[in-house]
């Protein structure tokens, strides 16, 4: 299976190469084991991106290669290798946090620029100047929900459940549960769950219940969310329901019963429904190619080429400079560019490395997101 | 209530434990290997029922014995190809066999059935019954499993103890060797022990994901894994063993969130265990046999 699946990442490497001199773009993502979802999103997201850019014919053309890491660190930095080997002048470091967390130390060390569309731990870019993000840090999301339900008065008495073996749940829940209180919440209950024992939550829904949280906060990704939706409305259970970027994605599982996700309110950077061109052109292009809808990692990928794109062009840069030039120029690119894209209008970075856009807030209506504002 | 209704949760969740561990102490019992890929045999019946009923609008009864068929013959085919060859290899070879086994059944599903989640309609919807004015509710579907696990134990009990066909397992259980001078065909006999494990694990994959409704390709894994703790614990070869252990590690897995710390609970799991390994080391109802050198 790893001989096909290395062919045809060769096969897009090349579709994409085929006008010459191009910048080579290497990243590594999970595009195999249980994680995959996140990682061929981003690969398939990235590639439409390329490929559009190819087509314009302008002098920037790129050459897109992914390697799979499994979300295994080990693996990422084995794979980097590889990429490192073929000659990668810019990255777009690894999927997920863990692996990222690997690659981006690489990435440090041998002065290739990386622009990782969605690990979203803080310790990816931290002491590193040349690592950068697409996507929110972990805390900020934490923080942004805090504010955004004390502000708007969703609800004074807050639940929390996470996932205590996930690096991204821990990192959302640690600043939302210290923020919380600045917001004028009270966090009633909070419970936790892992890897193995994800599928029975009645405890945590019961403890929530019994406390009287009006609001039950939810930094986790889709899958474990839906669980927990079903099993609060089997039990009677109806509070208000806060997501984070992760929950993205749940309408478009397969057979879910969108009404019990109604109501659910997320802060998240993307949309897929979104009216503006751009959103549209793009989810159109995916859909066409992969037959489902692009969720959140898929749109990161596709903002981190098009975000190359624009600091290379910016920058003149040609495809003959080597990485460590290139490296110096998106640097000063990215720290002083704004970029649009389908994840955010006016995307800024600070010189750490972490991006600033607005998150959106948006509420599960008659199974469609709706903006919240 | 709270308790009861505590407890009542863990019973549904060992009831899936339960089922599961069925099959891997019917194959340990008689092949005396572990099976590992039963978990991940688990997930595809749950794929196949699912696309039976969602996509082929099947009735779900049917859905499941369709499930059944194709899980008994994958059980076949990798009975036959990965295992057979090993008969006369080491414990261990066969072992990290049925490892690579499961990595592979999970990547074939990652390839044919992609990783997003799909969401498993109930097979008998999630209605369920209200006891002292709707203060506990049991729902269907944990019934309807300790009920399935009720059958399947009484049947395989009797298949064991009184069919012909049974009493060849048990021999080739015991000595393989002699049982083979006596005219038993071994390999048709283990190959059979396989077909009925797989079969049952199209149920529990069918049963494991109406109760908890998200379908992927790990989905076996982890319950997998959980139920070999269950069969270890209930004294692993023995079938009422397997009920017991698989209903107790519910209970507890769910009243040390409860009691002790959501964080803390497999810990607490696993903790009690080793205790009922020391006291016991052949699990809750299993026998100590004298290893043949």
Not at chain 1, 9 to 18: D, F, K, N, P, T
Not at chain 1, 89 to 104: C, D, F
Not at chain 2, 222 to 247: C, D, Y
Request: contains cysteine; aromatic residues 10%; charged residues 15%.
């Amino acid at each position: 299976m790893k001989k096909v699946l290395v062919c045809s990442l060769l096969v897009l490497a090349m579709s994409a190469s085929a006008f010459g001199a191009a910048f080579k773009v290497g990243g590594t993502g999970p595009l195999t084991g249980g994680a995959a979802i996140y990682g061929t999103a981003a690969m398939r997201g990235a590639q439409i991106a390329a490929e559009e850019i190819n087509a314009m014919g302008g002098d920037i053309q790129f050459e897109l290669r992914y390697e799979d890491d499994t979300h295994d660190a080990e693996k990422a930095v084995n794979a980097y290798n590889a990429l490192k080997d073929w000659g990668m002048q810019v990255s777009l470091g690894s999927v997920t946090s863990k692996p990222a967390e690997a690659t981006a130390a690489e990435n440090f060390a041998d002065r290739i620029f990386a622009l990782t569309p969605s690990a979203s731990s803080a310790a990816v870019t931290e002491g590193k100047d040349n690592v950068f993000q697409m996507c929110f840090v972990d805390p900020n999301q934490g923080s942004a929900s805090a504010q955004y339900i004390g502000e708007k008065g969703f609800a004074k008495k807050v639940a929390v459940i996470w996932k205590n073996d996930d690096v991204y749940s821990k990192g959302i829940r640690d600043t939302f549960v210290e923020k919380a209180p600045s917001f004028g919440l009270e966090i009633v209950s909070e419970t936790a769950f892992a890897d193995g024992n994800d599928t029975d939550f009645s405890v945590q829904l019961t403890d929530a219940k019994e406390k009287g949280a009006e609001l039950v906060f939810l930094p986790m990704y889709y899958q474990p969310a839906s669980l927990i939706l079903a099993q609060a409305q089997a039990m009677g259970y109806a509070p208000k329901w806060f997501g984070v970027d992760g929950m993205d994605g749940i309408l478009t599982m397969e057979g879910f019963d969108k009404s019990l996700a109604e109501g659910v309110m997320l802060l998240t950077p993307f949309n897929a429904d979104a009216k503006d061109e751009r959103t549209q052109n793009f989810v159109k292009k995916y859909q066409e190619k992969y037959g489902e809808i692009p969720n959140q990692f898929a749109a990161d990928g596709y903002d981190c080429v098009y975000a190359y794109y624009q600091a290379l062009t910016q920058a003149k840069a040609t495809p003959d400079m080597d990485a460590e030039t290139l490296c110096q120029k998106m640097i000063e690119q990215f720290t002083t560019m704004t970029f649009n894209g389908v994840t955010g209008e006016n995307v800024r970075w600070a010189k750490n490395g972490e991006v600033s856009k607005d998150p959106k807030g948006m509420v599960i209506k008659d199974g469609a997101y709706v903006g919240l504002d | 209530m709270t308790f009861l209704n505590f407890f009542i949760s863990g019973i549904s969740l060992g009831s899936i434990y339960a089922i599961i561990a069925l099959g891997y102490t019917m194959v340990y019992g008689i092949a005396k290997m572990l099976n590992f890929a039963h978990g991940d045999v688990i997930m595809v019946g749950a794929y196949v029922c699912f696309y039976m009923v969602v996509r082929y609008e099947l009735p779900p009864f049917l859905g499941v014995i369709i499930a059944m068929a194709v899980c008994t013959m994958l059980g076949i085919i990798v009975e036959r190809l990965a295992y057979k060859p090993l008969r006369q290899a080491p414990s261990l070879a066969v072992l990290i066999t049925a490892i690579g086994m499961s990595y592979f059944l999970q990547n074939t599903a990652l390839l044919l059935w992609s990783s997003n989640p799909k969401v498993f309609p109930s097979i008998i919807g999630r209605g369920s019954f209200k006891l002292f004015d709707g203060e506990l509710s049991v729902s269907h579907i944990t019934a309807l499993t300790i009920g399935v696990c009720l059958v399947i134990m009484a049947a395989l009990t009797l298949f064991v103890g009184k069919t012909k066909m049974g009493k060849a397992m048990r021999a080739c259980s015991e000595d393989k060797g002699a049982a083979q001078l006596m005219g038993i065909n071994v390999n048709a006999t283990i190959s059979l022990t396989f077909a009925i494990g797989s079969g049952l694990a199209a149920v529990a994959g069918a049963l494991l994901c109406s109760a908890y409704p998200t379908l992927m390709p790990t989905t076996g894994a982890l319950p997998g894994i959980k139920a070999f703790t269950a069969a270890v614990f209930g004294g692993i070869g023995s079938i009422p063993g397997a009920f017991l252990g698989g209903l107790m590690l519910g209970v507890i897995e769910i009243f040390a969130k409860a009691y002790i710390s959501s964080q803390l609970s497999d810990a607490v799991v696993f903790g009690v265990l080793i205790v009922v390994l020391l006291v016991k080391p052949a699990g809750l109802l299993g026998k100590m046999t004298q290893e043949k050198v």
